[in-house]
């Protein structure tokens, strides 16, 4: 079920699962990309300033469908969510996978066409801080202070949301399977700059994130280990000497 919490002046909390109350500290939100460079004193106000509001979404609940406008810049404060393409046929491509601290939504909300082109949906039980886009660009009459820094922390996020698709096309466009597979770690491993590399997604998201069948994935995953050019357990992978997206390509 959703819920809906309207951020004042001197309250800065989220509704947890099953509606339980967990404060979020300033010094929490301050953490967040969005909001650096702006004193935890500033949060509070800011939020009421910008009529920010929350909502909670429980596992596989639909943020935002296809289509609609998108007036709000979403940011995630808890949980995970999944930008998903759907085709004529019904079925759904996997885009991108944001956890916590990233923003999704931002790219209509500032464009020229605000429909979305994409769904959004909680892939794990999430909390959405949402902020009017209109809001955030805008001064007030009050001349906040924090506007101009908000606004460079979204561009320079807006930025690093490119980069991902960037690299999810450079995933994609291989030509088989296990250069995706291989790309895909190789560009996990980068960012968590570590051979052992946990993925946030599981086998069923990862094939769909690859345009890749379940039952291929899990074969191709298998001669992988074989080869020795990786080991896995769940969604723990470590890359073994060597590997590379040219490394016995099929």
């Known amino acids: 079920m959703l819920r809906l919490q309207r951020w004042t002046e001197n309250d800065i909390v989220t509704m947890g699962k099953g509606g339980r109350r967990m404060t979020v500290t300033s010094r929490e939100l301050g953490k967040m990309s969005l ?10 106000p800011m939020l009421h300033c910008l009529q920010s509001f929350e909502k909670s979404y429980q ?22 969510v999944h930008m998903v393409k759907e085709d004529e046929e019904g079925g759904e491509t996997l885009i991108l996978s944001m956890k916590e601290g990233e923003l999704f939504g931002e790219s209509f909300s500032c464009g020229s066409h605000m429909d979305a082109r994409v769904s959004f949906l909680a892939a794990a039980p999430s909390t959405i801080l949402f902020l009017p886009f209109h809001r955030v660009i805008h001064t007030c009459n009050m001349t906040c202070t924090f506007h101009h820094r908000l606004i460079e922390n979204m ?35 980068e960012t968590q700059q570590s051979q052992r590399i946990t993925v946030p997604l599981g086998r069923v998201e990862l094939a769909d994130y690859l345009c890749a069948n379940r039952s291929a994935l899990t074969r191709e995953l298998a001669a992988m280990k ?4 990786l080991d896995y357990d769940k969604n723990t992978f470590v890359l073994l000497k060597g590997a590379s997206p040219a490394s016995d390509c099929r």
């Open 226 to 229: 074989q080869d020795g050019i």
């Open 155 to 189: 561009v320079r996020m807006i930025g690093d949301k490119n980069v991902q698709l960037m690299r999810k096309i450079e995933i994609i466009s291989k030509k088989t399977l296990r250069e995706k597979v291989l790309t895909y770690l190789r560009l996990q491993a």
């Open 59 to 80: 596992k596989g609940e639909l943020i935002l469908l296809e289509s609609h406008a998108v007036r709000n810049v979403g940011l995630i404060l808890s949980g995970m």
């Open 35 to 44: 909001f650096a460079g702006i004193r935890e004193e500033e949060l509070s």
